[in-house]
């Protein structure tokens, strides 16, 4: 068990600044930092911030996730993109990783998993980071847990999470999702009922255009005991939640049938929020359902990478189902931002290291 969780060490906005211009000045400090190289006009937040405090004692495995129907548009600000990157980190490599493979899989996840493990963390570094701010779920969450184990190994190596989020920049990219749903490479837990029915608690979060992705995921999810959806709350936008339950009606009421008890919320900020909510519907499950049903926890993380590094934790520590409908192609609106339109917000876990060398539970798990 990772009890430290429950309070890791985190930052927010000019606090991540401050703790990165501290801790990463120490001289003895060697950082690798796994992140994306897309469209994504966040790419390059967090590479930004490091090389100005770490200079050559960086260095980057940027994964350039690669799908057909991707516009012309698209894959030159990607190239753009990945340009600039390489500029930012001259020690750094680029990993194209297919998304789908020729008959229409999904397989980012196994592939993304595969070309990390030729290149393996140096001895020498001290720091693991991963940027999730690009990352899909699909490719992002695989990754996460195999550097997480990784640095979970070593007494001497920290395992951080960083997130640059926006919701109103994350309302000007729409999606047009695969036909073929499936679980996330490491997050499918075997079925092991016996003599006693599964019950499946499905967890999808609500974001704005995602709703007939998480319709086919839905029907896809058998023996379904109940339904909480994740909703944004506190959110930055006061009427965030308000607005996604009048998107989400139909699904809502005629479709999943949810009682409104049954409403699951967690801030927009703070991805601990996120984690300990959904552990302690894990706990109140369990010992619910105890001795009659298998209780089995199955998350779609479709919005906020905020709620979504929620969702992983709360996954890899618990054991948790995920399921996700790989995107086929991304649209994006990329126009200039107006003046009203709210600034990147920036979030930084650390999930493991020396630092919580006075846990008895953080150098592995159970």
């Given amino acids: 068990m990772r009890k430290h969780w429950e309070n890791c060490i985190t930052n927010f906005d000019e606090a991540v600044d401050a703790f990165v211009a501290d801790y ?86 196994s592939r993304v998993v595969s070309l990390l493990t030729q290149y393996p963390v140096a001895d020498k570094i001290t720091d693991v980071i991963l940027d999730l701010s690009a990352l899909s779920i699909g490719v992002g969450f695989p990754a996460a847990r195999m550097l997480l184990e990784d640095c979970e190994a070593s007494t001497k190596r920290a395992f951080h999470l960083m997130i640059v989020s926006n919701p109103e920049m994350d309302d000007r990219i729409s999606s047009i999702p695969s036909s073929r749903q499936a679980s996330v490479k490491g997050f499918a837990p075997p079925i092991e009922a016996e003599g006693q029915g599964l019950a499946q608690i499905w967890i999808p979060q609500l974001a704005r255009g995602r709703g007939l992705a998480l ?96 969702a992983l934790m709360a996954a890899i520590e618990h054991n948790m189902a995920v399921q996700y409908l790989e995107t086929e192609s991304y649209a994006f609106d990329g126009a200039e931002p107006g003046p009203a339109e709210l600034p990147d917000m920036t979030v930084h876990l650390i999930l493991s290291g020396p630092l919580y060398a006075s846990y008895d539970d953080t150098a592995r798990p159970e």
């Fill in 215 to 310: 319709t086919q995921i839905g029907a896809n999810i058998q023996r379904r005991y109940k339904i909480c959806p994740l909703l944004p709350f506190p959110a930055r936008n006061p009427r965030r939640a308000d607005d996604l339950l009048a998107e989400y009606q139909t699904e809502l009421v005629n479709e999943w049938e949810v009682d409104p008890r049954d409403i699951v919320y967690a801030s927009e900020r703070n991805p601990l929020d996120c984690y300990r909510t959904l552990s302690t519907l894990k706990t109140r499950f369990d010992r619910t359902m105890k001795g009659t049903y298998e209780p089995r926890m199955v998350l779609s993380p479709v919005g906020s990478k905020v709620l979504a590094a929620g």
């Fill in 24 to 109: 990463f000045a120490e001289a003895d400090r060697r950082v690798l930092l796994v992140a994306a190289a897309g469209f994504d006009p966040r790419s390059q937040r967090v590479s930004r911030m490091l090389a100005d405090t770490l200079g050559d004692r960086l260095s980057a495995v940027y994964i350039r996730e690669e799908r057909a129907g991707a516009s012309d548009e698209l894959i030159e600000q990607g190239d753009k993109n990945e340009a600039a990157l390489r500029e930012i980190v001259p020690d750094s490599s680029i990993l194209k990783v297919e998304v789908f493979a020729d008959d229409g899989a999904p397989v980012g996840g």
